[in-house]
């Protein structure tokens, strides 16, 4: 039965390489039926609306910030 399932998230995508600058969106389907919510991480990193837009600010090099 449906009930005995476990839930769980579809993303549009899992991994997205960004410029500093760049946006993109993630969609989130959830099994449900509720809205996903999205954060940032690292907030210094990438900046994250309620509706999924994702804005990069910094690059990361093998675990260190950039700024360029």
Same mark, same amino acid.
């Given at each position: 039965?449906?009930?005995?399932s476990?839930?769980w998230?579809?993303l549009? &995508? $899992? @991994?997205e390489?960004? #410029?500093?600058?760049?946006?993109?969106?993630?969609?989130?389907?959830?099994?449900?039926? !509720?809205?996903? &919510? $999205? @954060?940032?991480?690292? #907030?210094?990193?990438?900046?994250?609306?309620k509706?999924?837009?994702?804005?990069?600010? !910094?690059?990361?090099?093998?675990g260190?910030?950039?700024?360029?």
């Open positions: 039965a449906a009930s005995d476990y839930p998230v579809f549009s &995508t $899992y @991994k390489e960004l #410029s500093i600058g760049d946006e993109f969106y993630l969609i989130a389907v959830t099994s449900t039926g !509720k809205k996903a &919510t $999205y @954060k940032s991480a690292n #907030s210094k990193v990438a900046s994250v609306s509706k999924g837009k994702i804005k990069a600010k !910094k690059t990361i090099y093998k260190r910030e950039s700024d360029y």
